[in-house]
């Protein structure tokens, strides 16, 4: 069974450009997390969808952030404009289901630099 | 403020030591707690998880887990350099799906 993918593994962009991350979940999985970890600190939820709606998004820094999951699969997150701030490594993760007894499964990561 | 706080490390030890790390949380609505190993440059990977007061054994891996304490810890027995890693807590909070992290724990095991 394949695992959680992201692309790109890496991106480089100057402030001000717009980057679109990609993350395909383990088939099967409604539950679809974003988080991400900044230099020196701790990874931080994003948000959680439950196949194409948005459950939680309390943790979506600002409005220059914006998630999609069209038709409950794979997901998406835009930053546009970037700013300096944005750059850290950004993970995706799904479960199978939700509850005391959820496992989460992490995707490799992608690391966003921004210049 | 929820947090999830692990002892700083770096954490060495030598090969076929017992590794213990700590993890405390402030959420006393907590339900579920997690111990991912990390890998230099890889996904967090789930290794044990735990939602009872007491000690859940899986393998080389203990987790233990005090409530009233708001404390939980990972052993790992007879650690082999393959154990070398950085271990990350993570604690779910009650009535959400989402996990809170501690900023992990960085675990060397000298051969």
């Known amino acids: 069974e394949a695992g959680v993918t992201q692309f790109p593994s890496h991106s480089v962009i100057e402030k001000g450009q717009t980057v679109t991350l990609r993350c395909d979940p383990i088939?099967?999985?409604?539950?679809l997390y974003w988080y991400r970890r900044v230099m020196g600190k701790e990874i931080k939820f994003l948000l959680h969808?439950?196949?194409?709606?948005?459950?939680?998004e309390s943790g979506m820094p600002n409005n220059r952030f914006l998630a999609e999951r069209t038709g409950g699969t794979y997901s998406t997150l835009k930053v546009q404009p970037a700013e300096l701030e944005d750059s850290g490594v950004y993970f995706c993760a799904s479960s199978q289901a939700r509850g005391v007894y959820n496992e989460q499964f992490f995707g490799p990561g992608t690391r966003l630099t921004v210049l | 403020q929820k947090e999830v706080e692990q002892n700083s490390g770096p954490l060495s030890v030598p090969e076929g030591a017992i590794a213990s790390l700590n993890c405390t949380y402030s959420d006393r609505g907590s339900q579920s707690f997690f111990w991912y190993r990390q890998y230099s440059g890889k996904s967090p990977e789930l290794i044990m998880f735990i939602y009872s007061n007491g000690d859940k054994e899986d393998g080389r891996f203990t987790a233990q887990l005090n409530k009233a304490s708001q404390y939980v810890s990972l052993l790992i027995r007879d650690s082999q350099p393959s154990d070398s890693a950085t271990y990350l807590c993570a604690v779910k909070e009650g009535g959400s799906e989402k996990l809170v992290f501690g900023k992990g724990t960085k675990l060397t095991v000298n051969p």
């Open positions: 969808f439950v196949k194409e709606s948005k459950q939680d």
């Open positions: 088939s099967g999985h409604d539950n």
